[in-house]
């Protein structure tokens, strides 16, 4: 069995049997032993890579980062106010 690691600090090693996969959803590639894995926020496209949730995320929700990022910016200025 293989132990794959979450990106996401808030989530414990899992075994590649609790992602329901044992492939990553973008390159298809097995998982290997201690590779980070992190899901997608934005959809349910399941285990990927970590490098490859990047790349998934930078190409299908530019829009989303970017209103997010906006998100963080306008909260910030309104802490100054
Ligand atoms: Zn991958
Ligand atoms: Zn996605």
Known sequence: MVI?????PWLKPLSDGDLGTD????CK??????DYVTGCEFCT???MHARCA??????KHKKQVE?????HRD???HDYQ
Do not use: P, T, Y
Request: aromatic share 6%.
């Open 4 to 8: 794959v690691l979450w990106r996401d």
């Open 23 to 26: 492939a990553c959803s973008l």
């Open 29 to 34: 590639q097995e998982f290997q032993a201690m």
């Open 45 to 47: 496209a399941g285990a």
């Open 54 to 59: 990047d790349e998934h995320i930078m190409k």
């Open 67 to 71: 209103a997010k990022v906006n998100d």
């Open 75 to 77: 909260r910030r200025l």
